[in-house]
């Protein structure tokens, strides 16, 4: 009996490794696509996050200093000035200064009890909604 020298791949084992290497190719740029993907909607949800969490702060820390809220134009009165806070656009601005982009909804009251207290409603459009209830003794009324 003679031995048989295999000097190459016969067609149907390199089809068989073109196919199988095509289908680990597909689900592996399937794989890779869909991590992509979710890392930017992520990004996304976090810069609105950060931005509707720093309104936040500067509305905290002009009430904290402020000697007067005017509920009607949401301005605080402090010894730096007056801040005025507007949302249009889906963009709030302190003064014309843009501080945020990307926020639904933005909602100041003020209940004239002793002491003042002043209700912040935050929405982004993540629709991730912030609510903060702050009381000032300083204010009056």
Same mark, same amino acid.
């Given at each position: ?37 979710t890392q930017q909607k992520q990004t996304t949800k976090n810069k609105n996050l ?11 820390? *002009? ?7 005017? *509920?009607?134009t949401d301005t605080f009165t402090t010894s730096d000035g007056q801040q005025t ?41 993540? *629709? ?14």
């Amino acid at each position: 009996m003679r031995k048989k020298q295999q000097q190459g791949f016969t067609l149907v084992e390199t089809l068989a490794l073109v196919v199988i290497i095509s289908i680990i190719s597909v689900l592996l740029f399937s794989i890779l696509s869909s991590s992509t993907s979710t890392q930017q909607k992520q990004t996304t949800k976090n810069k609105n996050l950060q931005d509707t969490s720093y309104v936040l702060k500067l509305i905290t820390k *002009d009430f904290r200093k402020a000697t007067k809220f005017d *509920d009607a134009t949401d301005t605080f009165t402090t010894s730096d000035g007056q801040q005025t806070y507007t949302l249009s656009n889906n963009t709030i601005t302190r003064n014309g200064e843009i501080i945020a982009n990307n926020i639904k909804e933005f909602k100041l009251e003020a209940k004239k009890d002793t002491p003042v207290v002043l209700t912040i409603k935050i929405v982004n459009t993540s *629709d991730k909604e912030i609510n903060a209830e702050l009381t000032s003794r300083s204010i009056k009324n």
